[in-house]
């Protein structure tokens, strides 16, 4: 009993004195999946802009406000889950000359730096996979702090024929904006 | 016969529409992607059904004992028009087939058939933006004829009723 004390207090002395040598990580937040969208934007010749968006995904987000460098960001999104919200058009996507959710199920983006611009943007950099191919690319982050929570509203453009989508091209355009706007909660 | 041909009939009004309105998408921004994109769809399937449908068309057809042919110009005029409108229905779905297969989009052309799911037909052609040029405008020129020809079979069917007052009309009726 004695002895579990101190090793218990040695430990804890331990981690102390190493605690200014390992600065705590950034503090995991809760997304809130009600108030997330994974958006995306996509010109065509001839025509307006056409939108859409993902429903299924999974993300995780850890925040350190005092240092945004240490932040992380990562989304996994269910390529299938895409809604333009025309039927047909999805199905379309869904096959081969674009997402080829059969072959190719997930995309997934995870954060690799994070780069403060000012007090309320950041530059988020990290390895998108998309058709099997992972390739760096940057988002545009606003944050607006929500009381504990934060609303993120990420922007970025990627060029589709990078990653071997190109169907549609050049009719639709290789071009497409993706917009993600969540809410993370403190947990 | 007569199930065959309103059915043909009422395929073939609603694919000249759907054509013409589809297409102006395309020029004035009418409509978005999607709809646009949802628009051709619909054209294609429908375009492919007058297609599976032309064979039997024809076989009715010879099964069928049509009514004694007009004498003079009359007559000769509505067997051109006839021979014209079966040609038609099978170039038009023809040429709209391989200006899809034609066209620098490459998409595959996906009939979602009844029990089987989408089935992905074949492209007749390699894609090619002059083939595909060539193709829709003459796709565009026949749809022009098949309107004359159209014009002038209900314009006949009309005189068989009112000016001769004949049952050649009657004989179709639904
Ligand atoms: C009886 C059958 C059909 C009729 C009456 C028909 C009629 C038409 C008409 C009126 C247009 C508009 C022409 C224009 O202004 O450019 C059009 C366009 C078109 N049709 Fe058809 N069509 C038929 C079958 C098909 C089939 C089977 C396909 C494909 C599998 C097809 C594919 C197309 C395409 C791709 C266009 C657009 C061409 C362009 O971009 O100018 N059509 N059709």
């Given at each position: 009993m004695l002895r579990?004390?101190?090793?218990l207090c040695a430990a804890s002395l331990v981690a102390l004195a190493l605690a200014p040598l390992s600065p705590a990580a950034a503090a995991a937040y809760r997304v809130e999946t009600g108030q997330t969208h994974i958006d995306f934007a996509i010109g065509a010749k001839g025509?307006?802009?056409?939108?859409?968006?993902?429903?299924?995904?999974?993300?995780?987000?850890a925040i350190d406000a005092a240092a945004p460098a240490k932040s992380q960001v990562a989304f996994d999104v269910?390529?299938?889950?895409?809604?333009?919200?025309?039927?047909?058009?999805?199905?379309?996507?869904r096959g081969a000359g674009f997402l080829d959710t059969a072959h190719h199920p997930g995309i997934a983006f995870h954060s690799t730096t994070v780069r403060q611009m000012n007090d309320r943007t950041v530059e988020l950099a990290g390895n998108l996979s998309l058709l099997g191919v992972t390739r760096p690319e940057t988002f545009r982050v606003t944050v607006t702090p929500e009381g504990t929570a934060f609303r993120l509203v990420a922007q970025g453009e990627i060029r589709r024929s990078d990653f071997g989508m190109t169907g549609g091209l050049p009719l639709v355009s290789d071009t497409v904006?993706?917009?993600v706007s969540t809410l993370a909660l403190a947990q | 016969m007569r199930l065959l041909h309103w059915t043909m009939a009422g395929l073939v009004l609603t694919l000249l529409?759907?054509?013409?309105?589809?297409t102006q998408g395309t020029l004035g921004g009418a409509f978005d992607l999607a709809t646009s994109f949802t628009l051709y769809q619909w054209h294609k399937w429908i375009g492919l059904l007058v297609l599976a449908l032309w064979l039997p068309r024809l076989v009715a057809r010879g099964a069928t004992q049509a009514p004694a042919a007009l004498a003079g110009w009359q007559g000769r005029?509505?067997?051109?028009?006839?021979?014209?409108?079966?040609?038609l229905m099978l170039a038009m779905p023809v040429t709209g087939w391989l200006a899809t297969s034609a066209s620098p989009l490459h998409l595959p052309l996906l009939v979602p058939l009844p029990v089987l799911g989408p089935v992905a037909l074949p492209d007749l052609i390699a894609p090619d933006a002059r083939a595909y040029a060539l193709l829709s405008t003459a796709h565009e020129i026949l749809a022009f004829a098949l309107i004359g020809l159209v014009a002038l079979h209900v314009a006949g069917a009309a005189r068989h009723a009112l000016v001769n007052r004949d049952d050649t009309l009657r004989r179709m009726a639904p």
């Open positions: 579990n004390s101190v090793v025509y307006p802009v056409t939108r859409g968006e993902f429903h299924r995904f999974n993300a995780s987000v269910a390529a299938a889950s895409i809604d333009t919200h025309a039927p047909l058009l999805d199905d379309y996507v904006t993706i917009t | 529409a759907l054509g013409f309105v589809m005029a509505a067997r051109a028009a006839h021979g014209g409108l079966y040609v």
